[in-house]
């Protein structure tokens, strides 16, 4: 077995990351050997092959923390050749080779089976972001906030779990503001579903006030810092605010307040090592929950070797929505030199 692969290699220090042919023995242990055909290019990717964050950590090794394939191999239980799955999370693409090839082989605990009414191709358009804003909405529903119950804010709403998650909380009949840096896509906001557009400066200063007019039913975060200060301190009595990310920075320099005076709830979320019941209950509700059309005005897709040049533009938050990366769309000269990124 031959086939193609990104390969990020640490030169004393320095990340590249290039198009490179691999076999069989590149293949890691696992229970699952999938035929890829799709992967996903979240910020974390970008931080991984950036190398702006430690995410990878063994080289060399295929990045891509999402993968969506058909099964060609499997001795793991309720786990069959010909079954259409997904894997995100865990140590992929940062201890186990990821995404960003034609096969990989994973442990079978990793895999997840594709509802039938998602495509290899829609689950990659929803990508670990996407997965990642149900978890937040399922967070916001556990914590009882329906859509009477008020307005949701999406911070980063331009960014993949921000886009998804307008799509998906205005399908379920939330009146959603959308919180962006980029006033200019407000058009796409609105197309998603947004009633309402504020541009993020209203939030990512320092805090005036712990406990600020009373704005979100609910809130999803990709934002974190002053941001999400703020929406804390704008959440009403008894509201929920789901933290996924964060664009802005990992400090949180606000107050108890809202906890102790509102009954705010701040709920995290990490998809990495979400229990395979969540998983499953996730892209179930994706599956029914997010409008195709919606899903396909967020994505672009891309081949293989346009993944490293990509990288800068994403993390300097250029890129709208979600890109679907076609992993066996590979330019014809392969061979050793590839794409270097970093
Ligand atoms: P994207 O890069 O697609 O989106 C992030 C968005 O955040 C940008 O589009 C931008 O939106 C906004 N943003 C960027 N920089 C800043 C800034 N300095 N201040 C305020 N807003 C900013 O990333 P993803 O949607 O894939 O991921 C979003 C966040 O969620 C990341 O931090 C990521 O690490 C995290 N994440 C966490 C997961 C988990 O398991 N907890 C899983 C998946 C993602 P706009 O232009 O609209 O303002």
């Given at each position: 077995?031959?086939?193609?692969?990104?390969?990020?290699?640490?030169?004393?220090?320095?990340?590249?990351?290039?198009?490179?042919?691999?076999?069989e023995?590149?293949?890691m242990?696992?229970?699952?050997?999938?035929?890829?055909?799709?992967?996903?290019?979240?910020?974390?990717?970008?931080?991984?092959?950036?190398?702006?964050?430690?995410?990878?950590?063994?080289?060399?090794l295929?990045p891509?923390?999402?993968?969506?394939?058909?099964?060609?191999?499997?001795?793991?239980?309720?786990?069959?050749?010909?079954?259409?799955?997904?894997?995100?999370?865990?140590?992929?693409?940062?201890?186990?080779?990821?995404?960003?090839?034609?096969?990989?082989r994973?442990?079978?605990?990793?895999?997840?089976?594709?509802?039938?009414?998602?495509?290899?191709?829609?689950?990659?358009?929803i990508?670990?972001?996407?997965?990642?804003?149900?978890?937040?909405?399922?967070?916001?529903?556990?914590?009882g906030?329906?859509?009477?119950?008020?307005?949701?804010?999406?911070?980063?709403?331009?960014?993949?779990?921000?886009?998804?998650?307008?799509?998906?909380?205005?399908?379920?009949?939330?009146?959603?503001?959308?919180?962006?840096?980029?006033?200019?896509?407000?058009?796409?906001?609105?197309?998603?579903?947004?009633?309402?557009?504020?541009?993020?400066?209203?939030?990512?200063?320092?805090a005036?006030d712990?406990?600020?007019?009373?704005?979100?039913?609910?809130?999803?975060?990709?934002?974190?810092?002053?941001?999400?200060?703020?929406?804390?301190?704008?959440?009403?009595?008894?509201?929920?605010?789901?933290?996924?990310?964060l664009?802005?920075?990992?400090?949180?320099?606000?107050?108890?307040?809202?906890?102790?005076?509102?009954?705010?709830?701040?709920?995290?979320?990490?998809?990495v090592?979400?229990?395979?019941?969540?998983?499953?209950?996730?892209?179930?509700?994706?599956?029914?929950?997010?409008?195709?059309?919606?899903?396909?005005?967020?994505?672009?897709?891309?081949?293989?070797?346009?993944?490293?040049?990509?990288?800068?533009?994403?993390?300097?938050?250029?890129?709208?929505?979600?890109?679907?990366?076609?992993?066996?769309?590979?330019?014809?000269?392969?061979?050793?030199?590839?794409?270097?990124?970093?």
């Amino acid at each position: 077995m031959n086939f193609h692969g990104l390969l990020t290699v640490n030169d004393s220090g320095r990340l590249s990351t290039a198009l490179t042919k691999l076999d069989e023995n590149d293949l890691m242990p696992g229970e699952v050997t999938i035929s890829v055909d799709y992967s996903t290019i979240n910020y974390k990717d970008a931080m991984a092959i950036s190398g702006r964050a430690v995410v990878i950590q063994s080289f060399p090794l295929v990045p891509g923390i999402d993968l969506a394939g058909t099964v060609e191999e499997s001795s793991y239980p309720g786990i069959a050749r010909g079954d259409r799955v997904v894997v995100n999370g865990w140590e992929l693409g940062q201890t186990h080779h990821g995404g960003y090839a034609q096969f990989a082989r994973v442990p079978g605990e990793w895999v997840v089976r594709l509802p039938d009414r998602l495509s290899t191709m829609e689950a990659m358009a929803i990508g670990t972001a996407g997965y990642t804003a149900m978890l937040c909405i399922l967070a916001l529903e556990h914590g009882g906030i329906e859509p009477s119950s008020g307005t949701v804010l999406v911070t980063g709403a331009s960014g993949g779990v921000g886009s998804i998650a307008v799509a998906l909380l205005s399908r379920l009949g939330y009146r959603v503001t959308a919180s962006t840096g980029r006033i200019e896509e407000s058009t796409y906001l609105r197309s998603l579903g947004a009633s309402k557009i504020i541009d993020r400066a209203e939030l990512s200063s320092p805090a005036t006030d712990p406990l600020g007019t009373q704005r979100w039913s609910g809130a999803i975060d990709s934002v974190g810092s002053h941001t999400l200060v703020n929406v804390l301190s704008q959440t009403h009595d008894r509201g929920v605010v789901a933290a996924c990310g964060l664009a802005q920075g990992t400090d949180l320099p606000g107050t108890v307040l809202p906890f102790i005076l509102r009954n705010v709830t701040l709920a995290g979320i990490d998809s990495v090592h979400a229990p395979r019941e969540l998983r499953e209950l996730a892209w179930s509700r994706l599956a029914d929950d997010l409008d195709r059309e919606k899903l396909t005005q967020t994505m672009q897709t891309v081949g293989l070797g346009d993944v490293p040049g990509m990288v800068e533009t994403l993390l300097a938050g250029r890129i709208r929505g979600r890109t679907v990366v076609d992993v066996n769309a590979i330019p014809r000269s392969t061979t050793g030199t590839g794409v270097v990124t970093s």
